[in-house]
């Protein structure tokens, strides 16, 4: 198992109900070093913040480009870094691990989406991420993200539960029904038991952090919302400017 891996997989383990793991989600290298010297222990990228941050809309950033700017903010930093890359960019299991480790990430946040406003049968995604844990082994943490509440899929806590079972079976290390609202949490901590990692998107008016581990988050992270957050003070930043002149 890498240093990295090893560090950010114990992060996640033994944790106290209300000190949920809290990841920052930096964008490019500079803010990774602001995130570090902040005191955060790890940190993940969003890929919609990188999106973003280089020019592209959510789901568009090239693989190479992705792949580029993860190996930036890895270097910039000493903590371990996951790394949202979406669906995998199409890449073989061999392909793709390789190329992760390149970047020397710790892990990776991988979406169950199809890229085509629905979701890719629960079946093939297990028999991915089981792929790409067999590549992996302990090299990397997988966080499975299951996207049936973006989706609007029916009962969504029992079909987040199902799928966030067999991704765990399949070797994900934690299971993020991104979207999912706290009041949910509950009822996703017992179906996925209490020992599976549970990530939680932190977004908008939200209980406290202490509160959303209490109720069943094991990690905090938030999307591209830290950068837009950024770019609220920058737009707020240019407006004093054009005041200035």
């Not at 870094?81 to 480790?101: I, T």
């Not at 949490?185 to 977004?203: D, E, K, Q, S, Y």
């Amino acid at each position: 198992m890498s240093a990295p891996a090893r560090a950010l997989r114990a992060l996640h383990t033994g944790r106290a109900a209300g000190d949920p793991l809290v990841l920052p989600g930096p964008w490019d290298a500079a803010s990774a070093r602001v995130f570090e010297e902040a005191g955060f222990p790890a940190l993940a990228t969003p890929s919609a913040g990188i999106a973003r941050s280089l020019g592209y809309e959510d789901g568009s950033t090239p693989a190479e480009e992705m792949f580029a700017q993860v190996a930036r903010i890895v270097r910039a930093v000493s903590v371990p870094v996951s790394a949202d890359l979406e669906g995998g960019y199409g890449l073989a299991p061999k392909e793709f691990v390789a190329r992760v480790l390149e970047t020397g990430a710790a892990g990776v946040n991988l979406e169950d989406s199809d890229g085509r406003g629905g979701l890719k049968d629960a079946g093939e995604q297990a028999d991915w991420l089981a792929a790409v844990r067999a590549e992996a082994g302990d090299a990397l943490f997988v966080n499975a993200r299951v996207d049936v509440y973006l989706r609007g899929v029916p009962e969504p806590v029992q079909a987040a539960v199902e799928r966030s079972l067999r991704y765990a079976a399949a070797g994900a290390d934690c299971v993020y029904p991104i979207a999912a609202p706290a009041t949910d949490l509950p009822a996703l901590r017992a179906g996925v038991g209490g020992t599976l990692p549970l990530n939680f998107l932190a977004r908008g008016e939200n209980p406290s952090f202490a509160e959303l581990g209490r109720l069943g988050a094991t990690r905090i992270t938030f999307g591209p919302g830290l950068l837009l957050r950024t770019l609220d003070h920058v737009g707020a930043l240019a407006e004093e400017l054009r005041g200035g002149t």
